[in-house]
């Protein structure tokens, strides 16, 4: 697949995939009763959350509302301080051998790219395959060119990072994440450190992965990607999950007047 072009944040796209009927899909991902503190903050509050097989979720919300927080410990890049997070029915172990086996079903896609700088773009793709699941070298690299072609960076793939532009950069770490061939990416802003030229590049490629099929979860200030590629908004605030509904719904016709209040200052500019 290739980047094709955006379109303005506050708009619905004609070519946004049709709603898939993912309501009879089993839990993928389970957050039951979960809290989270960061010292005296309370960031997250009872937070209950599925996410279904195949499905989409975009979350939104202000700044400091418990977002970024709420992705990271679906792969306990946070510990919880209380409740359980489930992932295929398995409880995230709190450390050890067994936590590794369960990251390697979850790809992670950050705000800063995290590649390693030393390392060509082939290699930052094979690594992990080759050190986690033993994949023999020759099908890993035949791998990596594979999901390099389908992000649209295959011509890239002998330069380091430094060498690429901020989208391309963007594009070779969910190249990454693909190639542990995960059951959910999880996505933490992964346009805020971009160029407004290079976001629609990526949001395109994160489109194409919502219509094959992918379960993921995304925390996003992009308005417009939620529209087009969500199954599912949840809307957060003081870290609580006020709202939860389909995107044309929500943005329509929000229930809360919390999400009212923070659509009217966010689509209005």
Do not use: W, Y
């Not at 290699?123 to 070298?137: C, F, H, Q, S, Y």
């Not at 389908?150 to 901020?166: F, N």
């Not at 003081?238 to 943005?251: H, M, Q, S, Y």
């Amino acid at each position: 697949m290739r980047p094709t072009g955006g379109h303005p944040a506050g708009s619905a796209p004609e070519d946004r995939p049709a709603p898939r009927d993912g309501a009879d899909a089993p839990a993928l991902v389970t957050l039951s009763g979960v809290n989270k503190h960061f010292g005296h903050l309370h960031v997250l509050r009872d937070v209950d959350l599925e996410v279904r097989r195949g499905e989409v979720v975009v979350v939104i919300g202000p700044s400091g509302s418990g977002k970024s927080t709420l992705c990271r410990v679906i792969n306990r890049l946070e510990p919880v301080d209380s409740g359980t997070v489930a992932v295929d029915g398995v409880p995230v172990p709190a450390e050890g051998r067994a936590l590794a086996r369960l990251r390697a079903d979850i790809g992670m896609v950050f705000q800063s790219f995290n590649l390693f700088a030393h390392r060509t773009v082939l290699d930052n793709v094979t690594l992990e395959p080759i050190k986690a699941k033993g994949m023999r070298r020759a099908e890993a690299n035949e791998l990596a060119m594979s999901l390099l072609d389908r992000v649209g960076v295959a011509d890239q793939a002998h330069k380091l990072p430094a060498q690429l532009s901020g989208g391309q950069q963007q594009r070779v770490a969910i190249a990454r994440a693909l190639a542990m061939r995960p059951k959910v990416i999880l996505f933490d802003e992964p346009t805020s450190a971009l160029d407004p030229e290079m976001i629609n590049e990526v949001l395109d490629v994160m489109v194409a992965l919502a219509r094959d099929g992918m379960t993921m979860v995304v925390v996003t200030h992009e308005m417009g990607f939620a529209r087009r590629a969500a199954d599912r908004v949840v809307f957060m605030d003081a870290g609580r999950i006020v709202e939860e509904a389909p995107p044309e719904e929500f943005f329509t016709a929000p229930r809360s007047e919390r999400a009212r209040d923070f659509l009217s200052k966010i689509l209005t500019h």
